[in-house]
């Protein structure tokens, strides 16, 4: 005998294009750090209901992009310099695990092929100006780096330290491209490639070392 439920599933799609809205605007600067997000705004902004705005919230909160507080709603996310450095040293300590144990990488196939599509998407978005797209293939990139090391354990710890640095890996993308190129943050994960090429550990994580992702976010402690 099939049960009745009465909760209620939103098309994915909605919730996807709600949640995409948000995190595009978070990430382009568009809502800086400490902004309030409104659940009414957003509906009459997309022109839906509350359901998938909630719920683009509540996901968008598990990824450490925004912050629920308690009577008072949702708001941006505020890191200071200590929580950023943090995250980015233990990102780094991931990162190295993950080349010590990957590499040096099989002489079958290619094993970067997955890097190398994430670079050739971040390069076809950045040539469109596509901001949104160009950062999620940036942390594809990283992502694919990490799962060099085929250690799924290692690949869910790394996500959610990921996730929490979409902001200031875009913000540092952004500002190095108003300060001198948009091109340049595309040569530096074209060399960051060049050095998991040559095959070496200790040239491939000497290269995330000097891959210049604190650079341009100007962190004073």
């Known amino acids: 005998?099939?049960?009745?439920?009465?909760?209620?599933?939103?098309?994915?799609?909605?919730?996807?294009?709600?949640?995409?809205?948000?995190?595009?605007?978070?990430?382009?600067?568009?809502?800086?750090?400490?902004?309030?997000?409104?659940?009414?705004?957003?509906?009459?902004?997309?022109?839906?209901?509350?359901?998938?705005?909630?719920?683009?919230?509540?996901?968008?909160?598990?990824?450490?992009?925004?912050?629920?507080?308690?009577?008072?709603?949702?708001?941006?996310?505020?890191?200071?310099?200590?929580?950023?450095?943090?995250?980015?040293?233990?990102?780094?300590?991931?990162?190295?695990?993950?080349?010590?144990?990957?590499?040096?990488?099989?002489?079958?196939?290619?094993?970067?092929l997955t890097v190398r599509a994430a670079l050739d998407e971040m390069r076809t978005a950045d040539e469109r100006g596509d901001a949104f797209e160009r950062d999620e293939a940036h942390r594809r990139f990283h992502t694919a780096i990490v799962a060099l090391a085929g250690n799924r354990q290692l690949d869910l710890a790394y996500e959610p330290i990921l996730l929490k640095l979409q902001l200031p890996m875009a913000r540092n993308i952004r500002e190095e491209a108003r300060k001198t190129s948009h091109y340049n943050g595309i040569r530096r994960h074209t060399e960051l490639l060049a050095a998991l090429e040559r095959n070496d550990p200790a040239v491939a994580y000497d290269a995330l070392q000097r891959h210049g992702e604190l650079v341009y976010l100007d962190l004073k402690i």
């Open 1 to 112: 005998m099939r049960l009745r439920t009465n909760v209620a599933v939103l098309p994915p799609s909605l919730v996807e294009m709600t949640t995409r809205h948000v995190r595009s605007a978070i990430l382009s600067g568009e809502f800086e750090p400490g902004a309030r997000i409104v659940e009414e705004t957003l509906c009459a902004r997309l022109g839906t209901s509350r359901a998938p705005v909630r719920e683009a919230l509540r996901l968008l909160d598990q990824e450490g992009l925004i912050e629920h507080l308690p009577r008072r709603g949702f708001r941006v996310a505020v890191w200071s310099p200590t929580d950023v450095l943090q995250l980015f040293e233990l990102r780094r300590v991931l990162e190295r695990h993950a080349i010590e144990r990957a590499f040096p990488l099989p002489a079958e196939g290619d094993p970067l």
